[in-house]
């Protein structure tokens, strides 16, 4: 499942619904954790504008930590901002093909892709730090939003999972380094060491 979107006259009150939706009371057990990954920089090693999959190195480590997430029941999403697209550096076949490819290297262990292809700086409700596209992964598959994190590498990562009612944690792959003082809730090396302090988690025991 890829999702992608532009922004358009109805996004607003879209956005308003889903989040009316999400927020609705329901039972624990019809609802699932996810694992919210940003992909470059933290899935796979950054590459500016990825568009040829000759270049999708995955992290070290990501397909055992996303094989403990599916076993222990957890969604796998990629949320991800494309805006080479949307600058007309790559087509969207071309997302794509790299999106194949890093599939096919995590072991096809993501359940879902949503993907932003709006530019900076433009009104996007679906854009990171937007939180638009987790609400849209979260009406799509039941994910219970408190119960989930986000996990990437910039500060809008950050700022989107926070917005979206998710834990947050910051990798120092990609740009990590760079963006430290983001105010993620936890900081740690890479994606499968945020993937365990994040299944090993205990809300009752402060951090």
């Known amino acids: 499942m890829i999702q992608s979107a532009t922004i358009n006259d109805d996004s607003h009150s879209l956005t308003k619904d889903i989040l009316k939706s ?3 009371p329901r039972s624990g057990e019809d609802r699932k954790p996810a694992l919210f990954l940003d992909r470059d920089g933290t899935l796979m090693k950054e590459v500016d504008h990825c568009h040829d999959p000759k270049e999708v190195e995955a992290i070290e480590g990501a397909v055992r930590g996303l ?4 076993r222990q029941g957890w969604y796998n999403i990629i949320i991800t901002n494309q805006s080479g697209i949307g600058r007309g ?3 969207e076949k071309e997302f794509q093909a790299v999106q194949e490819e890093l599939k096919h290297q995590l072991g096809d262990l993501i359940d879902a892709t949503y993907m932003s292809p709006d530019l900076p700086n433009t009104y996007s409700l679906r854009r990171k730090p937007a939180p638009g596209m987790f609400l849209e992964a979260a009406q799509d598959l039941g994910i219970n939003l408190s119960a989930s994190f986000m996990i990437g590498d910039r500060t809008s990562d ?13 990798v120092l792959t990609g740009y990590g380094q760079e963006n430290r003082n983001c105010g993620a809730d936890f900081i740690v090396k890479d994606v499968t060491e945020a993937i365990d302090v994040a299944l090993n988690f205990n809300p009752d025991i402060s951090h």
């Open 158 to 170: 950050i700022e989107a999972g926070r917005a979206a009612g998710c834990r947050t944690i910051l």
């Open 22 to 24: 999400v927020c609705r």
């Open 67 to 70: 094989e403990k997430s599916r």
């Open 89 to 91: 550096y790559f087509t």
